[in-house]
């Protein structure tokens, strides 16, 4: 009988919201927004129903995030972002992020294109070899000569250098699961990789910096000589700013630029089998942490080789020609990160629990109480079966700890994510959905965060009104603890059957929630459900 209400009540209420949708668009009703927040828990008040709520306190713990599965095979191959730098806050984990990545070899590779003659002779020189990869950066003015940029997606501090470094790789990146080959194969945050140990940039240990004004790069084209004939301009598409580190010359030539005619060369696997890739680390206790896109055909990470070939006559003493060359070496195949973390400075307080991104931490909340009779179902919801509520509404608020607020407010995470945090009889965690993502969607669920009036971070709130009345309506039993997070784009579900939660996590944004031990009792977690009852019942 009570299962019978809720769900009458639950295609009452979203008829009811259709309809009065339905009447403003057609004009025939003038309402303000006021009228429209008090359908979800006042809808019932006809004179045969009365309205209530009541609030639960709610039990939250931390909980570590060991790691998470850092390359994008499993989801199209590649990842949305990738993490580059060093961020270093005393209150969460230290997060050091390098990139490994294969190399796509150009096609039709041809040192020189044009022959001269038997009479010429052709020297090839590299004039330069840069590794570039563009930031995530916005156009801020355009002038007629001047554009101006911001660099978004960076957390920390951008005055403090971080140490960076390139080798190539010595560890064979493949595609398939080596046990399994049937399975594709999974990179993990904490993986290990073998490197050389000699250092590709030319500036060895360089001190990086991010800077919106890295632009443009110029290459200095010199002749067989060294004399310089040329300077030519490199840039990304709309003057897009970017990170640019030279390469030593000598050793991109000894390792790539003389092995074009070798069978190292035959195909793209025989060269991922003889130049497996390369890792771009970071290292250093400050600095910044920039997160990269590799997904915008028109600004793709890459190495490029510039040279030069100059045509000599008269037996090599006269210059007949100069022809330059470009060869691009795109950031590609498999690409994943590889995050180092160091625990947090100081340990989570006694009334407090931190959030975290990538593998950092999350909180797991225990609501509805304990089971103190070994029945397998809270003793809360047991007594919450017996009253035959219509549920209106249920949301689950989580209060910040505005005593670890931190003054970079771009490193707070702008929304939560909650799902069930469960295991399943062998003891591997198996994350699910909340129903209500997938029923209601992610902008009725919520957890983005609220600030108080002065602006400063207050709280997050998630409505899961369908999986409350799911759990009273006894449609199931199965009431893990509840995990929160800091929300990734692939943390919500695709469609209407997909209730896996995937390991993935690439936004590096934290936050300090308080828990249920903090002596502020208005800035306790809480569940909040509101619900209607017959008149005759109460």
């Excluded at 009447?23 to 979800?40: H, K, P, R």
């Excluded at 060991?66 to 730098?85: H, P, R, T």
Aim: hydrophobic share 35%.
């Amino acid at each position: 009988k009570s299962k019978l209400r809720i769900v009458m009540l639950r295609k009452y209420i979203k008829a009811t919201v259709y309809v009065v949708f339905t009447a403003f668009l057609l004009g025939l009703v003038i309402s303000c927004e006021e009228d429209f927040t008090d359908i979800g828990t006042s809808i019932v008040n006809n004179g045969e129903f009365t309205t209530n709520d009541t609030i639960f306190e709610i039990e939250i713990s931390a909980k570590n995030i060991e790691k998470v599965q850092a390359d994008g095979l499993s989801i199209g191959g590649l990842l949305g972002q990738y993490l580059l730098g060093v961020h270093n806050n005393n209150n969460y984990k230290k997060i050091e992020a390098s990139i490994v990545s294969q190399l796509s070899i150009p096609l039709d590779l041809t040192k020189v294109d044009q022959e001269y003659g038997s009479d010429t002779i052709t020297v090839t020189s590299i004039d330069t070899v840069l590794l570039r990869i563009p930031y995530n950066a916005s156009l801020l003015s355009t002038a007629l000569l001047d554009s101006d940029f911001i660099l978004d997606s960076i957390i920390g501090d951008q005055a403090q250098p971080f140490t960076l470094n390139v080798f190539r790789l010595e560890t064979y990146l493949s595609g398939l699961n080596p046990t399994t080959p049937a399975l594709i194969n999974r990179y993990f945050s904490d993986q290990t990789y073998e490197a050389s140990t000699e250092k590709l940039n030319s500036v060895e240990d360089l001190q990086f910096k991010p800077n919106r004004r890295d632009t443009a790069q110029f290459v200095k084209r010199r002749l067989s000589t060294g004399v310089v004939y040329a300077t030519d301009t490199i840039v990304y598409a709309n003057s897009n700013p970017s990170i640019s580190i030279p390469l030593k010359e000598d050793l991109i030539k000894e390792l790539l630029f003389d092995q074009y005619e070798t069978s190292n060369f035959a195909s793209q696997d025989a060269f991922n089998d003889y130049f497996r890739g390369i890792k771009i680390q970071a290292e250093g206790d400050n600095g910044s942490l920039m997160s990269l896109t590799f997904n915008n055909n028109n600004l793709q990470p890459l190495i490029d080789i510039h040279y030069t070939n100059t045509v000599l006559v008269d037996g090599g003493t006269v210059v007949y020609d100069t022809v330059k060359k470009t060869d691009t070496f795109l950031l590609s195949g498999i690409r994943t990160n590889q995050y180092k973390t160091t625990p947090a400075g100081q340990l989570p307080g006694v009334n407090n629990v931190p959030i975290q991104g990538v593998s950092g931490s999350m909180a797991q909340l225990k609501i509805l109480g304990d089971d103190l009779d070994l029945n397998g179902i809270p003793d809360d919801l047991e007594e919450l079966r017996t009253k035959n509520w219509l549920i209106n509404d249920a949301s689950i608020t989580i209060y910040v700890d505005q005593d670890v607020i931190e003054p970079d407010t771009t490193a707070i995470p702008y929304q939560l994510f909650i799902f069930k945090d469960g295991v399943n009889s062998a003891g591997v965690e198996t994350p699910r959905q909340i129903i209500d993502y997938i029923t209601e969607g992610v902008n009725e669920v919520g957890g983005a965060l609220n600030v108080n009036d002065d602006n400063k971070p207050n709280s997050y709130t998630f409505k899961i009104t369908d999986y409350i009345s799911e759990l009273l309506a006894g449609n199931t039993d199965n009431l893990p603890a509840l995990g929160v997070r800091v929300l990734n784009p692939t943390d919500l579900p695709t469609s209407s059957v997909d209730t896996i939660v995937r390991n993935y996590n690439w936004n590096p944004k934290a936050i300090t929630l308080l828990n249920n031990n903090t002596q502020n009792t208005s800035r306790k977690p809480k569940l909040k459900i509101s619900y209607s009852l017959k008149i005759d019942e109460e």
